[in-house]
């Protein structure tokens, strides 16, 4: 069973900046391109960045203004977003999800998805 579990969220002051983590299990991680999605409340949820196998990117937003960096390691199985600079319009649910082959999709093709971690920007 693939499972997928957000950490690092909080309430921050804006211009702070936070790392994610989206820890994996039930699946071949270092095959898997992994994703980062948002949903501010009341919005609709928006994708990020999506990371491949081999660490190549796709910019799912451009409106992140280069503030957002997907990473990963594959001995952790784990997926991480840095967010610098964060501002109140930041505020949302952030979520990964995992794609199902090594290269990203598109971004209404992932999957399978964690159950998200609450980030909070106060100005």
């Known amino acids: 069973q693939v499972q997928l579990m957000e950490s690092g969220g909080g309430l921050v002051q804006a211009g702070e900046s936070l790392k994610l983590s989206c820890t994996t299990s039930?699946?071949?991680?270092?095959?898997?391109?992994m994703a980062w999605f948002r949903q501010a409340l009341g919005k609709e949820r928006e994708g990020l960045q999506c990371i491949s196998w081999n660490d190549g990117v796709d910019h799912y937003s451009h409106s992140d203004q280069g503030r957002f960096t997907i990473s990963r390691d594959n001995a952790k199985n784990t997926v991480y977003l840095q967010i610098d600079n964060l501002a109140p319009g930041d505020s949302a649910v952030y979520y990964c999800a995992a794609g199902s082959s090594y290269i990203c999709p598109g971004p209404s093709a992932l999957n399978c998805w964690g159950r998200g971690t609450q980030v909070s920007v106060s100005s």
């Open positions: 039930g699946l071949t991680f270092a095959h898997t391109a």
